[in-house]
C-alpha cells in the first residue's frame, strides 16, 4: 500500500511538471446566494513573458436553488492587465467557458459563459463577474472571494 502511494505521489509531481503549474482556489460564491466554491486550473503557459495564458480546469459550487451550480469541465483565457516582477498583486481579465453538470432540480446541464475581472494578491483571490448560461438565456453577476491564487508565482525566482 505504501509503495503504491509512494509511486502515485511520485507521477502526480511528475504529471505537475509537465503542467507547470496547477491553480488552486477555494472560498465563497456569492451569485444570489451564498455558495461554497472551489477551483483547479492548470496554465499551459505560465510564462511571465507572455501577458495571456490558457487554463484547463474543473471548478465545483454548492447547490443554489435560484442560480445553475454544480461541476464545470472549463477552459479559461486570461489577458493580463497588471502583472510583473514589481509588483504584489496581479489583475487579469478572463473568459471562462464549460460545460456545467447542474445539481439543482430545477436546473438542466448547460454551458455556462462567465466573463470575469480576475485580483490577486498572495494567497487570496477575487473575481467578478457574470455567469451567463446558454439555453436558460439568462444571467447572474458574481463575487467570488477565496484563498489560494498563485498566478504570482509565474514571477517566482530563488534570488
Request: proline fraction near 6%; hydrophobic fraction near 45%; glycine fraction near 8%.
Amino acid at each position: 500500500m505504501k509503495v503504491t502511494v509512494f509511486y502515485l505521489t511520485f507521477l502526480w509531481f511528475l504529471g505537475m511538471q509537465s503542467l507547470h503549474a496547477q491553480v488552486v482556489s477555494v472560498g465563497g460564491k456569492f451569485d444570489k446566494k451564498p455558495m461554497f466554491q472551489a477551483s483547479l486550473n492548470a496554465p499551459v503557459f505560465f510564462n511571465k513573458y507572455l501577458p495571456y495564458d490558457i487554463a484547463f480546469g474543473l471548478d465545483y459550487t454548492t447547490r443554489n436553488k435560484e442560480a445553475p451550480s454544480g461541476l464545470q469541465p472549463q477552459v479559461t483565457g486570461m489577458y493580463f492587465i497588471v502583472d510583473n516582477d514589481y509588483k504584489d498583486f496581479l489583475v487579469s481579465a478572463n473568459v471562462t467557458a464549460g460545460y456545467l453538470f447542474d445539481f439543482n432540480k430545477q436546473f438542466a446541464n448547460q454551458f455556462r459563459v462567465s466573463p470575469h475581472v480576475y485580483f490577486e494578491i498572495p494567497f487570496c483571490m477575487v473575481k467578478v463577474g457574470y455567469d451567463y448560461t446558454m439555453p436558460l438565456n439568462k444571467g447572474y453577476p458574481f463575487v467570488s472571494v477565496g484563498l489560494g491564487g498563485f498566478l504570482l508565482f509565474r514571477h517566482f525566482k530563488v534570488m
